[in-house]
């Protein structure tokens, strides 16, 4: 089924890199053209991703759409790409936030055009090979690959403080990479190969795997961003212009999580299972404490940043329940929390452009103005809190539920932040368009056809996971059901091993 008539992954990563070159021909003053261009590359590379979704063989874990070529023979270093249940809607988010990002620039780049959208292929590409790599130095370079013009989209086209947020951001990311790249180096030493898959499948003294476990952390707790290591989320996302927001929302803070599904938990299995309650205990606080710092801010794009570290609480206590309800509710909602908090900086993106405000306090009353933006806005307001039937809900309660059946006291706490996440999202959107009309917001035109396109494949995805998300968690069931059977033998043979001490000792 997997059998293709061109390389899909490799197209998925290159073609973008592509259109790169093709706008790099192109003079600075056909501002449209570069915008098209981007736009066909962009849209091509998510056509042609779709097969991923058509033709993936739903009844296995292995591997699927495998590319596997000799890139550095004397080392035993490849070019190894493939996806499984864990990574393939990953992709797919990937190609989707692209078209996305370029449509929503459109009018809202006015300097560096050229520049802006090569910043944009660039970085959807190197994401996307993130989650395609099973060599590790292919891996980490696609990994370090995307800082360079998440750098320039941020600190070229961000806001006021844009030279701030963006070296809080590299300097925290360059920290954990460093770590993360000690941890590479020493498995590669240490099993003689740079492949994902074989040294996944050996077994490492648990000293080792505790060292590893941390340096491996430290790269993805920041990338995700977990409690205490979140603070420079907010600022990029506040500084950054509304496309880079939707790639740090949408596909850039995946990374964290999906490095802890496809290395942490298998490669770590008896130190993940000793560091399960740490684990739980950060996700529950990002969840409360970031839904409570939501209350209190004033700024639309920092609100929602914020509410990212609590959604993304949720997710990181799915994955550590280690349970089939915990992990498939935290690879979903991962896909949720994309399609969702990248809406939401849309919307946000799409005021700010009329507006040139972030305050709330600016924006009162838009529902006169702009009924069907209002309408869009509820949707996803709704779907954030979630609310049954949108997407947002059966994520959440997945992971609650993992959470409950991992600690009854973590499934009760999580289960607040649900009620102030409630509490700030709704608060949010009363003071948005159900007060006295503000101002600077009388006459302000509504939606164009361009911004309802845009928004329109997000608002489907909503409904579609929300109603029917079978689809969905059957991709992900046989490769969620392989880790976990991994860990636990993992585990059982840790047990096996103390209970044998003991016996010795008594002996």
Known sequence: MNNLPYPILSTIIFLP??????LLIISRSQETLLKWVALIFAVATFLLSLPLFINFDKSTFKMQFVERHDWIPAWNIKYYLGVDGISVFLVLLTTLS?????LISWHAIKIKVKEF?????????????????????????????????????????????????????????????????VGIIFLYLYGGTSDILELMERTYPYTMQLWLFWAFFAAFAIKVPMFPVHTWLPDAHTEAPTAGSVILAAILIKMGAYGFLRFSLPFFPEATKSMVPAMLTLSVIAIIYAGLVCLA?????????????????????????????????????????????????????????????RQIADHQGLSIPMPVF?????????????????????????????????????GVLAATGVIIGAGYMLWLYQRLFFMR??????????????????????????????????????????????????VNVAGGMQEMNIARTLMEVIR
């Open 17 to 22: 890199v592509i259109g790169v070159l093709v």
């Open 98 to 102: 692209t078209v996305l990002c370029v």
């Open 117 to 181: 959208y090569i910043a944009i292929l660039l970085t959807c590409g190197a994401i996307a090979g993130v989650f395609c790599s099973l060599d590790f130095i292919l891996f980490y370079i696609f990994w370090e690959a995307m800082l360079i013009p998440m750098y320039l989209i941020i600190g070229v086209w961000g806001g006021p403080n844009r030279i701030y947020a963006t070296i809080k951001f590299i300097l925290y990311t360059l920290v954990g990479s460093v770590l993360l790249l």
């Open 297 to 357: 801010q004033k700024d639309l794009k920092r609100l929602i940043a914020y509410s990212s570290v609590s959604h993304m609480g949720f997710i990181t206590m799915g994955i550590f329940a280690l349970n089939s309800q915990g992990i498939e509710g935290g690879i979903l909602q991962m896909i949720n929390h994309g399609v969702v908090t990248g809406a939401l900086f849309m919307c946000v993106g799409i005021i700010y452009d009329r507006t040139h405000s």
């Open 374 to 410: 209002a309408a869009f806005a509820m949707v996803f307001t709704l779907a954030a809190i979630g609310l049954p039937g949108t997407n947002g809900f059966i994520g959440e309660f997945l992971t609650i539920l993992g959470g409950f059946t991992a600690n009854k006291l973590v």
């Open 437 to 486: 009309i503000h101002e600077k917001v009388v006459g302000l035109p509504d939606m164009d056809l361009r911004e309802i396109v845009t928004l329109t494949p997000l608002l489907i995805l909503v409904f579609w996971i929300g109603v029917y998300p079978v689809p969905f968690l059957d991709f992900m069931h046989p490769s969620v059901q392989h880790l976990l059977e991994r």
